[in-house]
């Protein structure tokens, strides 16, 4: 189903109706979504580490730290992307 909205949505831009704006959410989202389910997991297993070691619960919680910074980074980094493809700064992503 995913690879059917995707071909759907490159070929668009050749019939003249573009759906860059709607690809281009649909990915915003899908960020998102999974940010939240990769920060949820790491704090997840922080929890579940901190409560089997509590003299190790310093570089545990350092350890995640450092990781849900990672997925903020990388979720920002797809929410840039798919505003500059729905704003258009991006035209020569879809074949013509």
Not at 1 to 17: D, N
Not at 62 to 89: C, D, R
């Amino acid at each position: 189903m995913l690879s059917t909205l995707l071909t759907l949505l490159a070929q668009a831009g050749t019939a003249g109706t573009s759906f860059m704006g709607l690809g281009a959410g649909i990915g915003a989202g899908l960020a998102v979504i999974g940010a939240g389910i990769g920060i949820g997991g790491i704090g997840k297993a922080a929890g579940e580490g901190i409560a089997r070691q509590p003299e190790a619960s310093e570089d545990i919680r350092g350890n995640a730290l450092i990781l849900s910074a990672l997925i903020e980074g990388v979720t920002l980094f797809a929410i840039v992307v798919a505003l500059l493809l729905s704003l258009g700064a991006a035209d020569f992503y879809v074949p013509k």
